[in-house]
């Protein structure tokens, strides 16, 4: 029995179900929802967080984690009230994205991976909810803080054997040196997933990271550059190859961003009508279409999710 913590508190793995691995609902940026509140469409990300994901449940969606952190301006009481009004079970993120703090950028990993763990193990921000994954992120490439929060979360991961999961531009083969820098911390790569993976169409490069150990997130859907057919032939490819069990899907969504021009955010739905059922309603059926079977989507949406944490 494995026990994963949710927003709503601890579940067993099994109970996860239908799982999206690389989700948001809210982003937006560290210190300004305690600064600056009114720039934060925090009531519209609660009603259409709901709303979206209570239509995701309706067409068997049962869990979503949230890879928001910190400097992604993490909001676990809007994550905790979407979660009790959609029925969805929601996984919070402790960890670090890509705006690593000043403060942590000449910090020793000794000092940051405690944080992570009270995260893990006493709660976020006094509510008492517990992060049930680490988040880290590289781009361009793996900076010096960049380094100095990979090591961080490899020490907080093996002291809680909490899962870690990444942010990567794959196009810039990040994955690689992630996994080098896990290996040399001592993590058992069977505890990380190297995400994004599917903005890259390299079968050597994705092949490369499944050979040495870590499990692959191809959770850009629709995505870019990349068209999602492209992203579909190639995870079928990587199935019929034999990795169909160390793979996850996700689309990397969000209800409400303050990251993105009114441009951009505007233009989401025309790319993304099906939001958190994209997947569903687009790759599942083309995935059946060229070839694959019901067990390998089994695999891909509840068993592969839940070895996460059981692994
Ligand atoms: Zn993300």
Same mark, same amino acid.
């Given at each position: 029995m494995t026990i994963v913590n949710t927003v709503l508190g601890p579940k067993d793995s $099994?109970?996860? *179900?239908?799982?999206? $691995?690389h989700e948001h609902i809210l982003l937006s940026s560290a210190g300004i929802q305690d600064?600056? =509140?009114?720039?934060?469409p925090r009531e519209f990300a609660i009603e259409e967080g709901i709303r979206q994901l209570a239509e995701a449940k309706a067409e068997g969606v049962d869990t979503v984690i949230d890879l928001s952190t910190m400097d992604l301006g993490r909001d676990v009481r809007v994550i905790e009230a979407v979660a009790k009004g959609s029925g969805v079970n929601v996984v919070v993120a402790t960890g670090t994205w890509r705006d690593v703090p000043r403060s942590f950028a000449e910090a020793d990993p000794e000092e940051i991976a405690p944080l992570y763990i009270r995260e893990i193990e006493v709660g976020i921000q006094e509510t008492g909810i517990k992060a049930g994954v680490i988040k880290v992120a590289n781009e361009p490439e793996v900076s010096t803080a960049g380094e100095i929060i990979l090591r961080a979360a490899a020490k907080a991961g093996i002291a809680t054997g909490t899962p870690i999961y990444t942010h990567t531009l794959a196009t810039n083969r990040i994955g690689e040196r992630q996994v080098e820098i896990f290996e040399d911390e001592g993590? &058992?790569? /069977?505890?990380?997933c190297i995400g994004h #993976?599917?903005? $890259?169409?390299d079968m050597g490069y994705l092949t490369g990271l499944l050979d040495r150990g870590a499990w692959l997130g191809? &959770? %850009?859907? =629709? *995505? %870019?550059?990349?068209t999602w057919q492209e992203r579909t032939e190639v995870l079928w490819k990587l199935i019929q190859a034999g990795?169909?069990?160390r793979l996850m899907l996700s689309h990397d969504? #969000?209800?409400? $961003?303050?990251?993105?021009s009114k441009e951009r955010l505007a233009a989401r739905p025309l790319t /993304? =009508? &099906?939001?958190?059922l994209f997947i569903t309603r687009n790759v599942l059926p083309m995935l059946l279409e060229l070839g694959a079977s019901q067990s390998h989507i089994d695999d891909l949406m509840i068993n592969n999710p839940r070895g996460f944490w059981e692994s």
């Amino acid at each position: 029995m494995t026990i994963v913590n949710t927003v709503l508190g601890p579940k067993d793995s $099994s109970e996860l *179900g239908f799982t999206l $691995s690389h989700e948001h609902i809210l982003l937006s940026s560290a210190g300004i929802q305690d600064t600056f =509140p009114e720039f934060i469409p925090r009531e519209f990300a609660i009603e259409e967080g709901i709303r979206q994901l209570a239509e995701a449940k309706a067409e068997g969606v049962d869990t979503v984690i949230d890879l928001s952190t910190m400097d992604l301006g993490r909001d676990v009481r809007v994550i905790e009230a979407v979660a009790k009004g959609s029925g969805v079970n929601v996984v919070v993120a402790t960890g670090t994205w890509r705006d690593v703090p000043r403060s942590f950028a000449e910090a020793d990993p000794e000092e940051i991976a405690p944080l992570y763990i009270r995260e893990i193990e006493v709660g976020i921000q006094e509510t008492g909810i517990k992060a049930g994954v680490i988040k880290v992120a590289n781009e361009p490439e793996v900076s010096t803080a960049g380094e100095i929060i990979l090591r961080a979360a490899a020490k907080a991961g093996i002291a809680t054997g909490t899962p870690i999961y990444t942010h990567t531009l794959a196009t810039n083969r990040i994955g690689e040196r992630q996994v080098e820098i896990f290996e040399d911390e001592g993590v &058992d790569l /069977n505890r990380v997933c190297i995400g994004h #993976s599917n903005d $890259s169409a390299d079968m050597g490069y994705l092949t490369g990271l499944l050979d040495r150990g870590a499990w692959l997130g191809l &959770d %850009r859907y =629709p *995505g %870019r550059e990349v068209t999602w057919q492209e992203r579909t032939e190639v995870l079928w490819k990587l199935i019929q190859a034999g990795y169909g069990k160390r793979l996850m899907l996700s689309h990397d969504w #969000s209800v409400a $961003s303050t990251m993105m021009s009114k441009e951009r955010l505007a233009a989401r739905p025309l790319t /993304n =009508p &099906d939001n958190y059922l994209f997947i569903t309603r687009n790759v599942l059926p083309m995935l059946l279409e060229l070839g694959a079977s019901q067990s390998h989507i089994d695999d891909l949406m509840i068993n592969n999710p839940r070895g996460f944490w059981e692994s």
